[in-house]
């Protein structure tokens, strides 16, 4: 039986795993070396020091060896004792998901939910932790993906900071596209990875945890030891010489390390920058092409994924692989309760150019049209996103190859 291959497409504009940087591409070819390789021990040191600097820590970072699920569930499992109530806010399918863990750790999980295209405020957890002064831990999804916005964590976590509870920050899909930091969003267990902002394959977790947040983990009985969902068995592994719990992913190290010097090299707030104004040009063109953004409201909405709602009557699905088919451009779905009514632009690393904001916009009003959408014009949208790109002149347009 012969199979005709499915060609790749043209450009991946997904919300993650994201197209990578030539350079992370390169770095994945490096050779392999035996992770007791004494050149290995130096450069597995120095990549936690990239990481290190990227967060603005004073304590050293810690590098879990999966994609960042693994980090979320670590984080959990590690942080979360037999008698805790947690709070778990709720924006979304992430954040929702998080409660599930926190169940099966906690003594009780009580939470606090907005529509899934709302964003929470700080004044609700305010008042969620005043009626419930017994909670230990707040988890909080920064940006929930599948729905496209964006929470206030520094102001959340400085409500959570001042009540003395332990918080616990999912930032997978927006750092190193927006300015957040885990020491300033007051975030004891941190959690990121490489394979969404930093436009690396999906295979590490990154974490900063707190002083607080390990004495936490010190404090729990039953936080995982010689397993891997242990945080606290990694903890001294940035350390040349200290020894690993087990083998570390070589070759996404590897690439990891060629992320951050892209990341450090740029310079985050240049980075910032383009993911803030290709997300800006992409809303602007969606909404002037005739498309209704997800959001409620533009302030909420996300720079690193763009969620566009899908009019009534429309098969996402089929929209989606009309636009594959037809343009060659992968977007992403919605996910769980978010699944065929939005589709996803990612503003993620590499794609995170304002260039890419008039193909996205292009590619999802053809595929409107074709859909038989009324009031579609690809041609205004294209022109409103093109003139935010001028406004902006030629400042925040990063250097580096166009990757499709
Ligand atoms: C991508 C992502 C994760 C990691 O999960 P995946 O298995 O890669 O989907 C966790 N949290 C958020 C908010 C994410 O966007």
Known sequence: MTRKPIAPPVMTLTTGP???????????????????????LDFYESVNAKVQRAFHTDTPPVILQGEPVLGLEAAAASVIARGDVVLNLVSGVYGKGFGYWAARYAGEVIELEVPYNEALT????AEA??????????????????????????????????????????????????????EDCGADIFITG?????????????????????????????????????????????????????????????ALDAALDVYLAEGEEAVWARHALT???CRAGIVAAGMRL???????????????????????AALRALIRARYGVMLSSGRGETLGRLTRIGHMGPTAKPTYALVAVAAMAGGMRAMGVKGIDPGAGVAAALSVIDAAGETVLSPGAIVV
Request: charged share 20%.
């Open 122 to 125: 700080a004044g609700a957890v």
């Open 18 to 40: 994201v197209d990578a940087y030539p350079e992370v591409l390169r770095a994945l070819s490096r050779p392999v070396l035996y992770d007791y390789d004494p050149a290995f």
């Open 279 to 281: 997300a800006k040009a």
């Open 294 to 316: 997800w959001p409620a409201r533009e302030e909420i909405a996300s720079p690193t994924c763009t969620a566009v709602a899908t009019p009534e009557g429309v098969d996402e």
């Open 129 to 182: 932790l005043a009626a419930r002064p017994d909670v230990a831990v707040v988890s909080l999804c920064h940006h929930d993906t599948p729905s496209g916005t964006l929470n206030p964590v520094d102001e959340i976590g400085a409500v959570v900071r001042a009540g003395g509870k332990i918080f616990i920050v999912d930032s997978v899909s927006a750092f190193g596209g927006v300015k957040v930091l885990p």
């Open 194 to 254: 490489p394979n969404k902002c930093l436009g690396c394959p999906p295979g590490l977790s990154l974490l900063h945890v707190s002083d607080r947040g390990w004495a936490k983990i010190a404090a729990n009985p039953d936080a995982p030891k010689d397993s891997i969902l242990s945080i606290a068995d990694w903890r001294q592994a940035h350390l040349a010489g200290q020894g690993f719990p087990f083998t570390p992913s070589v070759s996404e190290i590897n």
